[in-house]
C-alpha cells in the first residue's frame, strides 16, 4: 500500500482517515485561508483545499501522495472558526432555528501516476431551536472553539440538529465515502 500524507492538523480528519487505511501520515500545512474578493463558497474550499496540498506536496518533496480538505460554513455568509466563547456564542445564534450548508473541498495527488482528483461536497444541516441558555452551556464545554461555525456534529451539538441534508461525514470535514473512492480512483488504496 503507498504511504499518504494527510495534510491536516484536524484530529476528526485523522480519525476519519484511518477508517480507511492506517497508512498514513500527517503534515500540518500553514496557509493564510482568508476569502478573496468575488469568490464563491465552493471556489474559496477548493482554493484553500488545493492550497493545503500544494504546500504539503512540495514540502515532502512530491515523493508521497496528499489528501488535503478544507471545510467552511455558510448560512448567508461564510462562517469560520470562533475566536473565543463570545463569538462562539453568536455563530450558533445564528444558526439557531434554521439550515446552514457545509462545503468541503477536497484535492487528492498522486505523484507515483500524474493524476489529481479535486471535488468539493455539500451537505445542508437544520438547526431546530436552542435557547440562550444551551448555547452557553454547550459553549462551555470548549467543543465549538475549533470549529467552522462553532459546533461539532459528532458532539453534543447533534442533539441541536434535526435533519441533514447530503453526507454526515461532509458535516464533519471528511465526506468519507467520495474520498474513499477518490483515492480507489487513483490507486491510491
Do not use: W
Not at 9 to 35: H, K, L, N, Q
Not at 69 to 78: P, S
Not at 95 to 117: E, K, M, R, W
Amino acid at each position: 500500500m503507498t504511504r499518504l500524507i494527510l495534510a491536516s492538523g484536524s484530529p476528526r480528519r485523522a480519525e476519519m482517515m484511518a477508517r480507511i487505511t492506517s497508512e498514513f501520515e500527517i503534515v500540518v500545512p500553514d496557509i493564510d485561508e482568508a476569502m478573496l474578493l468575488g469568490e464563491s463558497p465552493e471556489e474559496m474550499a477548493g482554493r484553500l483545499a488545493l492550497e493545503k496540498a500544494m504546500v504539503v506536496f512540495e514540502k515532502t518533496m512530491g515523493k508521497f501522495p496528499v489528501l488535503a480538505a478544507d471545510t467552511i460554513v455558510v448560512h448567508g455568509r461564510v462562517i469560520g472558526k470562533p475566536d473565543n466563547d463570545d463569538e462562539a456564542c453568536k455563530m450558533l445564534s445564528e444558526l439557531a432555528d434554521d439550515s446552514h450548508f457545509v462545503i468541503t473541498g477536497v484535492v487528492i495527488i498522486n505523484p507515483d501516476n500524474n493524476s489529481t482528483l479535486s471535488f468539493t461536497e455539500k451537505t445542508e444541516v437544520f438547526f431546530g431551536p436552542i435557547s440562550e441558555n444551551e448555547i452557553k452551556t454547550y459553549v462551555k464545554n470548549g467543543e465549538p472553539l475549533d470549529k467552522a461555525g462553532a459546533y461539532g456534529i459528532q458532539g453534543e451539538a447533534g442533539r441541536f440538529i434535526t435533519k441533514i441534508n447530503g453526507c454526515f461525514y461532509n458535516v464533519m470535514g471528511f465526506p468519507l465515502n467520495r474520498i474513499y473512492n477518490g483515492l480507489k480512483e487513483l490507486d491510491i488504496i
